[in-house]
Protein backbone atom coordinates (compact mmCIF):
# COMPACT_ATOMS: atom_id res chain seq x y z
CA UNK A 1 0.00 0.00 0.00
CA UNK A 2 1.26 3.63 -0.91
CA UNK A 3 2.04 5.48 2.19
CA UNK A 4 1.30 9.28 2.73
CA UNK A 5 3.76 11.47 4.80
CA UNK A 6 2.55 14.42 7.47
CA UNK A 7 5.19 16.47 7.73
CA UNK A 8 6.64 19.31 10.08
CA UNK A 9 9.16 21.68 10.47
CA UNK A 10 11.17 18.58 12.60
CA UNK A 11 9.39 15.47 12.31
CA UNK A 12 8.12 12.94 9.65
CA UNK A 13 4.83 10.67 10.48
CA UNK A 14 4.14 7.93 8.54
CA UNK A 15 0.53 6.25 8.40
CA UNK A 16 -2.00 4.15 6.17
CA UNK A 17 -4.70 6.08 4.60
CA UNK A 18 -7.60 5.17 3.71
CA UNK A 19 -9.41 5.83 0.85
CA UNK A 20 -11.35 8.56 -0.07
CA UNK A 21 -14.60 10.09 -0.51
CA UNK A 22 -14.79 12.27 -4.24
CA UNK A 23 -16.46 15.47 -3.20
CA UNK A 24 -17.95 18.41 -5.66
CA UNK A 25 -18.62 21.47 -4.02
CA UNK A 26 -21.48 22.73 -6.43
CA UNK A 27 -22.69 25.83 -5.58
CA UNK A 28 -21.48 28.88 -3.59
CA UNK A 29 -23.54 32.04 -1.56
CA UNK A 30 -22.49 35.21 -1.75
CA UNK A 31 -24.56 37.63 0.18
CA UNK A 32 -24.53 40.99 -0.78
CA UNK A 33 -25.25 44.47 0.65
CA UNK A 34 -24.58 46.12 -3.23
CA UNK A 35 -21.64 47.90 -0.89
CA UNK A 36 -18.20 48.64 -2.50
CA UNK A 37 -17.23 45.56 0.08
CA UNK A 38 -19.55 43.44 -1.46
CA UNK A 39 -18.72 44.13 -5.00
CA UNK A 40 -15.72 42.80 -4.53
CA UNK A 41 -16.38 40.09 -2.57
CA UNK A 42 -18.87 38.76 -4.94
CA UNK A 43 -16.24 39.23 -7.71
CA UNK A 44 -13.71 37.00 -5.51
CA UNK A 45 -16.17 34.82 -5.16
CA UNK A 46 -17.30 34.22 -8.84
CA UNK A 47 -13.63 33.54 -9.67
CA UNK A 48 -13.38 31.03 -6.68
CA UNK A 49 -16.38 29.18 -8.59
CA UNK A 50 -14.54 29.12 -11.58
CA UNK A 51 -11.68 27.72 -9.98
CA UNK A 52 -14.32 25.19 -7.98
CA UNK A 53 -16.44 24.81 -10.95
CA UNK A 54 -18.97 25.52 -8.80
CA UNK A 55 -22.18 27.79 -9.32
CA UNK A 56 -23.45 31.18 -7.44
CA UNK A 57 -26.31 32.12 -6.02
CA UNK A 58 -26.47 35.60 -5.22
CA UNK A 59 -28.64 36.96 -1.90
CA UNK A 60 -29.46 40.04 -0.44
CA UNK A 61 -31.76 40.84 2.61
CA UNK A 62 -34.15 43.72 3.21
CA UNK A 63 -34.56 44.63 6.71
CA UNK A 64 -37.57 46.47 7.35
CA UNK A 65 -37.80 48.83 10.25
CA UNK A 66 -40.69 48.05 12.97
CA UNK A 67 -44.13 49.43 12.42
CA UNK A 68 -43.90 50.93 16.37
CA UNK A 69 -41.97 54.17 16.09
CA UNK A 70 -39.40 54.68 18.69
CA UNK A 71 -39.00 58.34 20.20
CA UNK A 72 -38.01 60.73 17.75
CA UNK A 73 -38.61 58.30 14.61
CA UNK A 74 -40.82 58.03 11.78
CA UNK A 75 -43.17 55.53 11.47
CA UNK A 76 -41.96 53.14 8.33
CA UNK A 77 -45.24 52.53 5.66
CA UNK A 78 -45.75 48.76 5.15
CA UNK A 79 -45.63 49.41 1.53
CA UNK A 80 -42.74 50.05 1.09
CA UNK A 81 -40.90 46.89 1.93
CA UNK A 82 -42.03 46.18 -1.49
CA UNK A 83 -40.50 49.13 -2.90
CA UNK A 84 -37.05 47.86 -1.55
CA UNK A 85 -37.65 44.59 -2.50
CA UNK A 86 -38.35 45.76 -6.31
CA UNK A 87 -35.04 47.79 -5.78
CA UNK A 88 -32.94 45.45 -4.71
CA UNK A 89 -34.06 42.93 -7.24
CA UNK A 90 -32.99 45.29 -10.04
CA UNK A 91 -29.50 45.60 -8.13
CA UNK A 92 -29.24 42.05 -8.10
CA UNK A 93 -29.76 41.68 -11.79
CA UNK A 94 -27.27 44.72 -12.70
CA UNK A 95 -24.15 42.66 -10.74
CA UNK A 96 -25.24 38.97 -12.17
CA UNK A 97 -25.09 41.17 -15.15
CA UNK A 98 -21.40 42.54 -14.18
CA UNK A 99 -19.93 39.20 -13.07
CA UNK A 100 -21.00 37.60 -16.29
CA UNK A 101 -19.93 40.31 -18.53
CA UNK A 102 -16.21 41.10 -16.86
CA UNK A 103 -15.65 37.01 -17.66
CA UNK A 104 -13.73 37.29 -20.98
CA UNK A 105 -12.17 33.54 -20.66
CA UNK A 106 -12.55 30.40 -22.49
CA UNK A 107 -12.78 28.64 -19.13
CA UNK A 108 -15.86 27.45 -16.84
CA UNK A 109 -18.51 30.25 -16.71
CA UNK A 110 -20.29 29.67 -13.35
CA UNK A 111 -24.16 29.54 -13.61
CA UNK A 112 -25.36 32.69 -11.64
CA UNK A 113 -28.67 33.00 -10.05
CA UNK A 114 -30.11 35.17 -7.26
CA UNK A 115 -32.48 35.96 -4.06
CA UNK A 116 -33.82 39.01 -2.22
CA UNK A 117 -35.80 38.41 0.87
CA UNK A 118 -36.93 40.49 3.46
CA UNK A 119 -36.07 39.46 7.16
CA UNK A 120 -32.72 39.71 9.05
CA UNK A 121 -29.68 38.91 7.18
CA UNK A 122 -28.45 35.06 9.39
CA UNK A 123 -32.21 34.48 8.35
CA UNK A 124 -32.64 35.14 4.57
CA UNK A 125 -28.92 33.33 4.48
CA UNK A 126 -29.54 30.51 6.19
CA UNK A 127 -32.82 29.94 4.98
CA UNK A 128 -31.54 30.04 1.59
CA UNK A 129 -28.76 28.15 2.50
CA UNK A 130 -30.87 25.16 3.29
CA UNK A 131 -33.11 25.94 0.41
CA UNK A 132 -31.03 25.98 -2.20
CA UNK A 133 -28.19 23.07 -0.64
CA UNK A 134 -25.82 25.68 -0.68
CA UNK A 135 -22.23 24.50 0.37
CA UNK A 136 -20.17 27.46 0.95
CA UNK A 137 -21.35 31.49 2.04
CA UNK A 138 -19.01 34.30 1.19
CA UNK A 139 -19.19 37.95 2.45
CA UNK A 140 -17.00 40.65 2.04
CA UNK A 141 -15.37 42.27 5.54
CA UNK A 142 -17.17 44.35 7.68
CA UNK A 143 -15.84 48.12 7.63
CA UNK A 144 -17.16 51.00 10.17
CA UNK A 145 -18.88 53.82 8.67
CA UNK A 146 -20.34 55.57 11.13
CA UNK A 147 -24.07 56.26 11.65
CA UNK A 148 -24.67 53.47 9.36
CA UNK A 149 -22.40 51.00 10.70
CA UNK A 150 -24.31 51.74 13.72
CA UNK A 151 -27.78 51.28 12.07
CA UNK A 152 -27.26 48.22 9.99
CA UNK A 153 -24.44 46.42 12.39
CA UNK A 154 -21.98 44.33 11.83
CA UNK A 155 -23.00 41.18 8.94
CA UNK A 156 -20.00 39.88 8.94
CA UNK A 157 -20.35 39.23 12.41
CA UNK A 158 -23.89 37.93 12.80
CA UNK A 159 -23.04 35.42 10.09
CA UNK A 160 -19.85 34.24 12.00
CA UNK A 161 -21.85 34.15 15.28
CA UNK A 162 -24.84 32.42 13.31
CA UNK A 163 -24.20 31.19 9.91
CA UNK A 164 -24.89 27.08 9.58
CA UNK A 165 -22.17 26.42 6.68
CA UNK A 166 -18.51 26.91 5.92
CA UNK A 167 -18.32 31.18 5.63
CA UNK A 168 -15.55 32.87 3.59
CA UNK A 169 -15.14 36.46 4.74
CA UNK A 170 -13.31 38.65 1.62
CA UNK A 171 -11.51 41.93 2.66
CA UNK A 172 -11.47 44.76 0.57
CA UNK A 173 -7.42 44.28 0.10
CA UNK A 174 -7.53 40.21 -0.81
CA UNK A 175 -7.00 40.27 -4.74
CA UNK A 176 -7.71 36.78 -6.08
CA UNK A 177 -5.00 34.32 -6.72
CA UNK A 178 -5.77 30.61 -7.42
CA UNK A 179 -5.61 29.07 -3.55
CA UNK A 180 -2.54 26.94 -3.23
CA UNK A 181 -2.04 26.59 0.73
CA UNK A 182 -4.59 27.25 3.90
CA UNK A 183 -3.56 27.64 7.51
CA UNK A 184 -5.89 26.38 9.65
CA UNK A 185 -5.79 27.21 13.35
CA UNK A 186 -6.48 25.15 16.22
CA UNK A 187 -4.94 24.79 19.70
CA UNK A 188 -4.92 20.77 19.84
CA UNK A 189 -6.26 21.13 23.31
CA UNK A 190 -9.03 19.57 22.47
CA UNK A 191 -8.67 18.19 18.64
CA UNK A 192 -11.77 15.51 18.70
CA UNK A 193 -13.98 19.11 18.17
CA UNK A 194 -12.01 20.31 15.27
CA UNK A 195 -12.15 16.92 13.25
CA UNK A 196 -15.02 17.56 11.52
CA UNK A 197 -14.00 21.08 10.53
CA UNK A 198 -10.53 19.52 9.32
CA UNK A 199 -12.22 16.94 7.05
CA UNK A 200 -14.57 19.52 5.82
CA UNK A 201 -11.21 21.78 4.86
CA UNK A 202 -9.17 18.94 3.42
CA UNK A 203 -12.87 18.04 0.70
CA UNK A 204 -12.48 21.78 -0.03
CA UNK A 205 -8.38 21.44 -0.14
CA UNK A 206 -8.52 18.65 -2.66
CA UNK A 207 -10.92 20.29 -5.01
CA UNK A 208 -8.16 22.91 -5.27
CA UNK A 209 -4.87 21.23 -4.87
CA UNK A 210 -3.78 22.49 -2.01
CA UNK A 211 -1.70 22.48 0.82
CA UNK A 212 -2.88 22.27 4.50
CA UNK A 213 -1.00 23.75 7.17
CA UNK A 214 -2.14 22.99 10.75
CA UNK A 215 -1.32 26.00 13.06
CA UNK A 216 -1.00 26.13 16.77
CA UNK A 217 -0.14 29.14 18.76
CA UNK A 218 2.16 28.26 21.68
CA UNK A 219 2.59 30.57 24.54
CA UNK A 220 5.89 28.50 26.14
CA UNK A 221 3.76 27.12 28.77
CA UNK A 222 3.22 23.15 29.86
CA UNK A 223 5.60 20.42 28.21
CA UNK A 224 6.39 21.14 24.00
CA UNK A 225 7.91 17.08 23.91
CA UNK A 226 4.19 15.57 25.27
CA UNK A 227 2.07 18.32 23.59
CA UNK A 228 3.93 17.08 20.28
CA UNK A 229 3.38 13.30 20.91
CA UNK A 230 -0.60 14.36 21.21
CA UNK A 231 -0.55 16.45 17.52
CA UNK A 232 1.31 13.23 16.29
CA UNK A 233 -1.84 11.39 17.19
CA UNK A 234 -4.19 13.81 16.45
CA UNK A 235 -2.44 13.72 12.58
CA UNK A 236 -2.31 10.09 12.48
CA UNK A 237 -5.91 10.01 13.27
CA UNK A 238 -7.24 12.28 10.42
CA UNK A 239 -4.42 10.36 7.68
CA UNK A 240 -6.64 7.31 8.67
CA UNK A 241 -10.00 8.84 7.62
CA UNK A 242 -8.65 11.12 4.60
CA UNK A 243 -6.01 10.01 1.87
CA UNK A 244 -4.75 13.63 1.27
CA UNK A 245 -0.72 14.04 1.63
CA UNK A 246 -0.47 17.70 1.49
CA UNK A 247 -1.15 18.47 5.58
CA UNK A 248 1.46 19.67 7.41
CA UNK A 249 1.68 21.57 10.89
CA UNK A 250 3.55 24.87 12.86
CA UNK A 251 3.86 25.25 16.09
CA UNK A 252 4.16 29.37 16.37
CA UNK A 253 5.48 30.85 19.90
CA UNK A 254 3.52 34.21 20.54
CA UNK A 255 2.09 34.94 23.95
CA UNK A 256 -1.00 36.16 22.43
CA UNK A 257 -3.07 34.00 19.61
CA UNK A 258 -3.78 37.28 17.59
CA UNK A 259 -0.38 37.68 17.49
CA UNK A 260 0.58 34.68 16.34
CA UNK A 261 -2.30 34.48 13.36
CA UNK A 262 -1.37 38.15 12.04
CA UNK A 263 2.54 36.76 12.04
CA UNK A 264 1.15 33.81 10.33
CA UNK A 265 -0.72 35.75 7.63
CA UNK A 266 2.10 37.96 6.90
CA UNK A 267 5.25 35.37 7.15
CA UNK A 268 4.19 32.30 5.85
CA UNK A 269 2.67 32.84 2.50
CA UNK A 270 -0.84 31.32 2.76
CA UNK A 271 -3.11 32.77 0.66
CA UNK A 272 -6.81 31.84 2.94
CA UNK A 273 -6.88 31.44 7.15
CA UNK A 274 -9.44 28.91 8.48
CA UNK A 275 -10.51 29.07 11.66
CA UNK A 276 -13.60 27.34 13.99
CA UNK A 277 -16.17 29.74 15.62
CA UNK A 278 -17.22 28.23 19.05
CA UNK A 279 -20.46 30.35 20.72
CA UNK A 280 -19.18 31.77 23.86
CA UNK A 281 -21.36 32.44 27.40
CA UNK A 282 -22.51 36.31 27.74
CA UNK A 283 -19.72 36.45 30.12
CA UNK A 284 -17.06 35.06 28.61
CA UNK A 285 -17.93 36.46 25.16
CA UNK A 286 -17.40 40.30 27.20
CA UNK A 287 -14.46 39.32 29.02
CA UNK A 288 -12.32 37.60 25.90
CA UNK A 289 -14.41 38.03 22.74
CA UNK A 290 -14.21 35.98 20.06
CA UNK A 291 -10.56 35.36 18.44
CA UNK A 292 -12.35 34.81 14.88
CA UNK A 293 -14.36 38.02 15.36
CA UNK A 294 -10.99 39.55 16.19
CA UNK A 295 -9.40 38.24 13.51
CA UNK A 296 -12.04 39.22 10.61
CA UNK A 297 -12.24 43.16 11.96
CA UNK A 298 -8.07 43.44 10.36
CA UNK A 299 -7.26 40.34 8.49
CA UNK A 300 -5.55 41.51 5.03
CA UNK A 301 -6.18 37.71 3.56
CA UNK A 302 -9.63 35.51 3.09
CA UNK A 303 -11.01 33.80 6.22
CA UNK A 304 -12.79 31.13 5.99
CA UNK A 305 -15.22 30.44 9.13
CA UNK A 306 -16.28 27.27 10.03
CA UNK A 307 -19.46 27.04 12.85
CA UNK A 308 -18.46 24.41 15.54
CA UNK A 309 -20.66 22.27 16.68
Known amino acids: MMMNTLKSDSDHYTIHPLKAILYIMKKLLIATDFSANAKHAAEYGYQLAKQLKAGIFLCNSITVPTEVPMAGMAVWPQDESVVLLDDSDEELKRLKKHLEHADHSDAFRPPVDYLNEAGTVRQTVNDAVFKQKVDMIIAGSHEP ?26 PNTAEFTPIKKIAFATDFENPDDDLEQIYQLIDFARLLDAEILLTHIYDGSGHLAKFEKRIEKFLVEISNKANYPQIYYRIIKQDKIESGLNWLCEHSQIDMLAMVHRKHDFLDSILKGSHTKKMADHITIPLLVFPGK
Open 145 to 170: DGLGAFLLGNHAHELIEFCIKPLLII
